[in-house]
């Protein structure tokens, strides 16, 4: 008995210590004097704040400052266009490690701040005790390079006379107090999302109503305009990936998922808009594809966006008229779907959730409240299209939603392309339709995105309209900046499009032809490309042959495209269009070069390619680029000719029969050759992996390089235990491929 006695005292005088350290750990994870206050994430991450102001900012445990503390205050309350600067602080006290602190403002009103700091996260809410709807944020001292900030920041180029047409990625000098897409010019894929590569952090105030963002040389800043809480404002840390990984963290818990992509989107496509305009019907879609599919395009999708409903009463004219065709211009319209399903299109039609004010289901929505409404009533608008006066669908009432999701089966088609535009003289939260395209997905549809806050329910994440009358400079920038913003899946508008049947200059001129190729070359190096008005308009050969060749480039990549679009989904980083900044972050000449003046815009496509399409508003005259190579061993796509990085090509020629592509990083790339899938390695790197995935985007293939004999290459499909059969093609060792199949290459 004693000998249990001391045992059991033994485990007492054991326990006791472990438990105080338990109770005293977030303690030990904070240190207060009467100036500053320091809280560690018990990794390597420390919050650091003066008091007076609530100057804070964050570093590392060995000196390394992350995000400088604003010189003044860091903290902003109060009317947006008067804000009142924080004061003094007064530390309250730590609970299930979240630490709050009360902010007394010049004014002498009091903020309640909460934070909990993560090993790779800080998270923010700030609370008005009065319970009152005021403008909050938080500031620091600016940093640069930073990058992001959606379709906000692109049009923002724009919006101001002195900016106007200096189209670039960069973010410093911007400024938006009352942030959300409906302010100013169009900017419908909406992300306040910010990334600072060179200062490892990545930035967001998650919030869809109006928003303050202001990143200049010196301060940065998020918050919510009108709000009695801010709920969601983060700070990540470390390198891209470990910032992407988070970010995504941070949208899945707060209702803006990202969700699975499917394959066909990501093939060579085909929209009647740009093709035919106006003028489709069953006879002349038909035509116009079969003629593409005749020339050899390898045609994956199409859309016929708009025209396909009745047009015998205006009230018809809406893609809200749910299964109701055109009788004389689609009179069989089960029969003309079945047609191109069986040519292997997938198809789609365009999508509004705008109700004309009489039209054939707009009754149901009235009587159920499903539209928005303004004193108790369903409000009228007046938007880009349709052109009648619409209801809008409340896509915050799940029973609306529902009720809609449900119609658009009517439609019975592959997936829709969402498209809601010409709203901006109103204002909606920035999430007017995620609801919606959320639930389409769940339902199995495939969507080309074009509104949307943070959410990613589909497939393509379309830019603004682009098309050739407009800056060239700033489709490359606005692709660019959706990949940094979280939206990396990106579709630059229809190859040649006419929108609207406008022509080009009368004729069509050697400067038109040009941009066509050009036009052709950057789409094909995107995530989705699409086609417009055929090539043989045109009358040239080589038109023909360069827009011919864009198409099956793309067709050929479509696998490993969609490979690095299930590896987003999973990851957040934006393995489909990979900024170099973002790929090669501490490579100074990296940055600063995607913008008018450089025209330096490359991004990586996976771990083995990089994009370098000569692209801009000078595409009539230039034919060459100053091209960079970072670190590594890079191979020329067309040439195999094989450079060392880092080294910058200067003056670059780049003709439009030009593939614009190096390969690099892994060396490993899948692609589909006359309807096989081929591994083709390159030799760049004598240790990498890369993972594959499927058509079905589950199946995994691992791909390992393995200090190989470059002279006396050996490759092992390690699934069958098999030596297999290989053949040196274009520059690559390229074998048969099967997807789930594990391969060496050594």
């Known amino acids: 008995m004693k000998r249990i006695n001391k045992l059991f005292k033994g485990l007492i005088l054991i326990c006791i210590p472990i438990l105080l350290q338990q109770c005293t750990g977030n303690e030990r994870l904070i240190s207060e004097d009467k100036d500053k206050i320091i809280i560690s994430n018990g990794h390597e991450i420390e919050f650091v704040l ?87 944020v938080l500031r620091t001292a600016g940093v640069s390079p930073g990058y992001g900030l959606g379709d906000v920041l692109t049009n923002w180029w724009q919006r101001l006379p002195e900016n106007k047409g200096k189209f670039q990625t960069e973010i410093t000098g911007f400024e938006n107090y009352d942030y959300h897409s409906s302010n100013g010019y169009a900017a419908r894929m909406v992300s306040n999302f910010a990334i600072y590569p060179i200062n490892q952090f990545g930035l967001i105030n998650i919030d869809p109503e109006s928003k303050i963002i202001v990143n200049t040389k010196d301060e940065i800043i998020q918050g919510s305009r009108h709000t009695k809480k801010i709920s969601s404002l983060y700070y990540f840390f470390g390198n891209p990936k470990a910032i992407y990984s988070n970010f995504l963290k941070a949208r899945n818990e707060n209702g803006f998922p990202v969700m699975k992509p499917d394959y066909d989107f990501y093939g060579v496509g085909w929209e009647a808009w740009g093709a035919l305009a106006w003028n489709t019907s069953e006879e002349t ?55 191109f399903n069986n040519k292997g299109l997938k198809f789609f039609i365009g999508l509004r959730i705008a109700f004309i004010h009489n039209g054939p289901f707009t009754k149901d929505g009235l009587e159920n409240d499903y539209f928005l409404e303004e004193n108790g009533k369903a409000k009228a608008y007046n938007i880009g299209f349709p052109k009648s006066t619409v209801y809008l669908l409340d896509v915050h009432n799940k029973e609306a939603v529902k009720w809609y999701v449900n119609l658009c089966d009517k439609w019975q088609v592959d997936g829709f392309k969402e498209d809601v535009y010409g709203y901006g003289k109103y204002s909606f939260p920035d999430d007017k339709i995620d609801a919606v395209n959320i639930a389409l997905k769940k339902k199995g549809y495939q969507i080309m995105i074009r509104n949307s806050y943070l959410t990613s329910a589909g497939e393509l994440h379309r830019i603004e309209d682009f098309n050739y009358d407009m800056n060239q400079d700033r489709g490359p920038v606005n692709s660019l900046t959706l990949a940094y913003s979280g939206f990396p899946l990106t579709y630059m508008d229809i190859v040649g499009g006419l929108f609207g049947g406008r022509t080009f200059d009368g004729e069509v001129s050697n400067r038109i032809k040009t941009y066509l190729m050009r036009n052709a070359r950057i789409a094909s190096l995107h995530p989705s490309m699409s086609m417009g008005k055929g090539p043989w308009n045109y009358k040239d050969s080589l038109v023909s042959e360069i827009i011919l060749e864009s198409a099956r480039l793309h067709a050929r990549l479509h696998p490993y495209i ?185």
């Open 285 to 339: 879609v038909k035509d116009d594809i079969d003629h593409y599919l005749d020339l050899g395009y390898p045609l994956k999708w199409m859309v016929i966006g708009s025209g396909f409903w009745p047009h015998t009463d205006k009230k018809f004219e809406s893609t809200t008229s749910f299964g109701m065709w055109d009788k004389n211009k689609y009179p069989n319209p089960g029969n003309f779907k079945q047609y």
């Open 50 to 136: 003066i008091k007076d102001g609530f100057r804070y900012g964050f570093e590392k445990t060995d000196g390394t400052l992350l995000v400088p503390a604003h010189p003044v205050s860091g903290l902003l309350a109060g009317v947006p266009e008067n804000l009142s600067q924080a004061e003094s602080t007064k530390y309250i006290g730590e609970n299930n490690s979240v630490y709050s602190f009360e902010v007394i403002l010049e004014n002498k009103n009091i903020i309640i701040l909460r934070l909990k700091l993560e090993k790779e996260t800080a998270l923010f809410e700030l609370e008005n005790p009065d319970d009152e709807a005021i403008a909050m």
């Open 562 to 746: 969609y490979n690095n679009a299930i590896k987003f989904y999973q990851t957040g980083y934006p393995h489909t269009m990979t900024p170099l900044p973002i790929a090669f972050p501490n490579d100074i000449n990296v940055h600063q070069r995607e913008n008018y003046r450089e025209r330096g815009f490359q991004w990586m496509i996976g771990d083995a390619l990089m994009a370098y399409p000569l692209y801009g508003e000078d595409y009539e005259t230039a034919r060459t680029r100053n091209v960079y190579l970072p670190k590594g061993k890079w191979i020329d796509y067309d040439t195999g000719k094989e450079y060392k990085g880092p080294l910058l090509l200067k003056d670059f020629e780049i003709p439009v029969e030009k593939t614009p592509l190096f390969v690099g990083g892994t060396g490993i790339v899948i692609e589909e050759i006359e309807g096989e899938l081929k591994g083709r390695i390159y030799p760049v790197a004598d240790k990498a992996q890369t993972i594959f995935y499927g058509k079905d985007g589950e199946t995994q293939s691992v791909i390992s390089i393995e200090n190989p004999d470059w002279e006396n290459l050996e490759i092992t499909d390690l699934t069958a235990n098999s030596i297999i059969v290989f053949e040196k093609k274009r520059f690559a060792f390229q074998f048969n491929f099967i997807e789930g199949h594990d391969y060496r290459i050594n």
